[in-house]
């Protein structure tokens, strides 16, 4: 089975009570687990919880969920931890809760390597970045890969850097820059083995979990897709994204 898990985290350092936050009139959490469901490859969609409130929302609007504890420190550990109550889940998908806009089929472009590619054990999205706003933003993080789209690094800086260019409207005319979309795919023994493994020094340094993953060897692939994505960090963003909802969704 294919199972879409979504960590919800309430106490959000950034945005206290994430999921429960309003958008046109429902949670946000209610948003993206709706959009999943419109995968034509996910056999389930469960929420991993951490807070009854959170999980009485769910239930009331029909989704499911999986109370996991709340001293987890990240999503994948989350997801890790509620994986393993489900033994059928062979290919795993760890979908943001704070992307109440993403659509099913970006999620089933990442699933789509892992079906068609045994060797295959992660994957994740990237999309070319088109603004220089994205490029400068160190909450936009950066992926560069290699020319089978296996990621060679991830960072909060613009990378890769490009010398000749003399502005950062050149550099993102002049090359090919791309910022990571923070939903992975993982067959289930990949992502066990991930999250048993300690923090490693770049994850550390830069506060991004997926180098743990190539500090430790492991090979991700990489989906470039065409679909914007619109995640939710800060009240800003929540804005953002009421006022999306408000233009281009709820017409």
């Known amino acids: 089975m294919i199972i879409g898990i979504i960590p919800a985290r309430f106490a959000s350092t950034r945005l ?3 999921p429960l936050a309003d958008i046109g009139g429902k949670p946000m959490i209610q948003h993206t687990y709706e959009n999943c469901l419109k995968s034509k490859l996910l056999n389930e969609v469960i929420v991993a919880v951490d807070d009854q409130k959170v999980a009485q929302v ?3 609007f029909g989704g499911k969920s999986i109370m996991t504890p709340k001293n ?3 999503g994948s550990d989350r997801i890790a931890f509620a994986a393993r109550s489900l033994p059928n889940a062979k290919i795993i998908v760890n979908i943001q809760g704070d992307e109440p806009f993403i659509k099913g089929a970006m999620i089933d472009q990442a699933i789509e390597p892992l079906l068609f ?3 295959v054990n992660v994957s994740t999205l990237a999309k070319k970045i088109e603004t220089v706003q994205e490029l400068k933003s160190a909450s936009v993080v950066k992926v560069v890969f290699d020319y089978n789209n296996f990621a060679l690094y991830f960072s909060r800086s613009p ?6 260019a003399k502005t950062n409207l050149e550099r993102i005319v002049n090359a090919d820059i791309y910022k990571h979309i923070g939903l992975y795919v993982y067959r289930r023994e990949a992502l066990l083995r991930f999250t048993e493994l300690e923090q490693t020094d770049l994850e550390k340094i830069e506060k991004l979990e997926q180098l743990r993953m190539l500090e430790n060897s492991f090979k991700i692939k990489i989906v470039v897709t065409e679909y914007e994505n619109l995640a939710v ?3 800003e963003d929540l804005d953002r994204a009421r006022f ?3 233009k281009f969704v709820n017409r």
């Open 16 to 18: 206290m009570g994430k």
């Open 58 to 60: 769910i239930n009331e």
């Open 72 to 74: 987890i420190q990240t």
């Open 117 to 119: 590619d045994l060797s």
């Open 159 to 164: 990378i890769p850097f490009v010398r000749d």
């Open 233 to 235: 960090d800060t009240p």
């Open 244 to 246: 999306y909802y408000a």
